[in-house]
């Protein structure tokens, strides 16, 4: 099992930045694949990013590309999401998990695989 805790939300304008950080604890960091999901109000959780971390290969969903950027850093145990070109839209809580590939699509490992959240407020 993994401990995952994640930092740097906060409020932002509209075409802002900022740079999530998950710092993970436990088990191995390079076990497993990392990534990074959402949550608005009333609207279900949605894949963000997700980085192989065997062979670094990225993946990102289609509404962030181009603006985001999931990167780790195995020696500090740390995923990284930069965040450039805000929108509203993008206002939620963000939330880092270990994940798995099925059907070209990534998923959480599981319930004990999340972190406890941050959340990002864009403002218009």
Known sequence: QVQ??????GLVQAGGSLRLSCAASGRT???????WFRQAPGKDREFVAAIDLIIGSL????????????????????????????KPDDTAVYYCAAVVRRGGNWYPLGSD??????????SS
């Open 29 to 35: 960091f390079s076990d497993y694949n990392m990534g």
């Open 113 to 122: 695989y999340w972190g406890q959240g941050t959340q990002v407020t864009v």
């Open 59 to 86: 993946y990102y969903a289609d509404s962030v590309k181009g603006r985001f950027a999931i990167s780790r850093d195995s020696f500090k145990n740390t995923v990284y999401l930069q965040m450039n070109s805000l």
């Open 4 to 9: 995952l805790v994640e930092s740097g939300g």
